[in-house]
């Protein structure tokens, strides 16, 4: 009797071990399953949202750029329509000498020496109307002096005989020396009364001219045989190529 006690005793003790056993066992898979679960559906959601994100980062760059393609268009369309820098529309010449009416008188910056002379009322009869070019373009504050036959034919027998070196001034640039002698246009006569210049000077200019054309500029004065820096120093400033 004894022993039966004992082993029915000892089933119920195995079966409630055996039961708790199971209970825990359940309690953990369902927490496990649970776990999983989560973490999948947490990493689902997660990354939808990223994706989401991602598209609306995506979307507000490419909003972005697009605004920023516009103001760039938009500044372009502001530099297309800068007023350009006003340019001198009038010039003011003062035309004296042998013409009719001198005087001050008011020019476009396009005009040339021979539109400043018709506005003075035009040449006298005593004037020598080849002594200045013509085709020059004005200059805003350049004075014209018209010489007289008379007043050339005096400076050149000074120049001949060496008993002076008058140039006469025909036409003066603003700060300029006001007695500039033009060597693209000067005669032998003319230039050999520049500092430096005599008769054989005088004619290798000339011969240098019709070989090469024109001086670009003053300073080509010394390509010319016989005229180096130091006699360039000495005339640079009474001569001019315009």
Do not use: W
């Amino acid at each position: 009797m004894k022993n039966r006690i004992l082993t029915v005793c000892a089933c119920l003790i195995t079966c409630v071990i055996l039961s708790a056993c199971g209970a825990k066992n359940s309690g953990l898979y369902r927490i496990s399953v649970g776990e999983e679960t989560g973490t999948q559906t947490d990493a689902g959601e997660a990354g939808q949202t990223g994706m989401t994100a991602a598209v609306d980062v995506g979307q507000t760059g490419m909003t972005d750029v697009d605004g920023e393609d516009r103001i760039g268009s938009t500044g372009d369309t502001a530099t297309d329509t800068d007023v350009s820098e006003d340019e001198p529309v009038t010039v003011y010449v003062h035309v004296c000498g042998a013409v009719i009416n001198p005087g001050v008188y008011e020019l476009g910056p396009e005009d040339r020496v021979f539109t400043a002379v018709e506005a003075a009322g035009g040449f006298t009869e005593e004037a020598s109307q080849d002594y200045v070019n013509l085709a020059e373009r004005v200059a805003d504050g350049m004075k014209i002096t018209i010489p007289t036959v008379e007043e050339l034919a005096a400076i050149e027998a000074d120049s001949g005989t060496g008993t002076g070196t008058a140039v006469f001034a025909a036409i003066e640039y603003p700060g300029g020396s006001g007695s500039l002698i033009n060597i693209n246009t000067a005669d032998e006569k003319l230039l050999t009364s520049i500092t430096g210049i005599g008769e054989t000077r005088a004619k290798a200019i000339i011969a240098y001219r019709e070989e090469h054309g024109p001086f670009a500029q003053t300073d080509d004065i010394k390509n010319v045989s016989g005229i180096g820096e130091s006699t360039y120093n000495k005339l640079k400033d009474e001569i001019t190529v315009k």
